[in-house]
């Protein structure tokens, strides 16, 4: 669910109704027209594992090679792959989730205060301990030059070449 419809908050009854619309369709769109591969076996090769898939087939042709079901629910779930074009299916899904991104609950959260310098838990403030430790930093660590900036502007090609003339 979160894949599709993100981590925002729906908590409205037509955000409700909308993503129940949504799962309908999509639900559609995966079981009749989207192939999928499934695990045949898995080896182990020293320490890799090899696995090997099926053929790509979506869940109808599953379900079509499959003796126990009956023919009439065969029948009407072919015939609704065929009233169904899966471009136009789509098309409604990505309006659909237009729709429901709409819907949600766009909660901004609360600046945190920028004046006050942060705490540090582990130390206890008291009338004796008034100057406690903040979590910011203030100590810089050393950092490496960058390979652009530094002073000699040798190319690269040159200081290879001198290298392996030492040698």
Known sequence: MRKLLGY????????????????????L?????????KLIEKTR???????????????????????????????????????????ALAARIDQQLTQVYRLANQRVSPAAPTKNPRVDAARPVDAQNTSTRSLETTKRFPQRPHASSSSSN?????????????R
């Open 8 to 27: 925002v908050r729906y908590d409205a009854a037509p955000a409700l109704t909308a993503i129940n619309a949504l799962y309908d369709d999509l639900r």
């Open 154 to 166: 040798i190319p690269v090609t040159r200081l290879m070449a001198r290298r392996c003339a030492a």
């Open 45 to 87: 090769v020293g320490a890799r594992i090899r696995r090997r898939y099926d053929a790509p087939r979506t869940p109808l042709e599953r379900v079509e090679a499959c003796a126990d079901i009956a023919d009439e629910k065969m029948r009407a779930l072919q015939q609704r792959r065929a009233r169904l074009d899966p471009i």
């Open 29 to 37: 769109l995966q079981n009749l027209f989207l192939p999928s591969v």
